[in-house]
């Protein structure tokens, strides 16, 4: 069974930066895209950002020019490279296979001063 693990999540200042990567385990990684998606409490989970085996990607309108996805296929991980961090950033970010359709567990984002 395939597995999605998140990690690089914490608390940042405003206009700081963080890295959050994800891994998986127990199948090839996908032939298709991976992704990120962000959930703010009694809110719907939402697109951030998708980059396909080919290393093609794309964003969402409210993270382009601040947020890079990445992956390295050796390592069957997905990078997401997050900079000049937004109070409004802050949410519980997941990682999705778009191949096998599984979640990651999720990782915390808060931007606060």
């Known amino acids: 069974q395939a597995q999605l693990i998140e990690s690089g999540g914490g608390l940042v200042q405003p206009a700081g930066s963080l890295k959050l990567s994800c891994t998986t385990s127990g199948r090839l990684f996908s032939v298709e895209a991976v992704g990120w998606f962000r959930q703010v409490p009694g809110q719907e989970r939402k697109f951030v950002a998708r980059i396909y085996r080919s290393k093609v990607a794309d964003y969402a309108d409210a993270v382009k020019g601040r947020f890079t996805i990445s992956r390295d296929n050796a390592k069957s991980t997905v990078y997401l490279q997050m900079n000049n961090l937004q109070p409004e950033d802050t949410a519980a970010y997941y990682c999705?296979?778009?191949?096998?359709?599984?979640w990651g567990q999720g990782t915390q984002v808060t931007v606060s001063s």
């Open positions: 999705f296979d778009f191949g096998s359709l599984y």
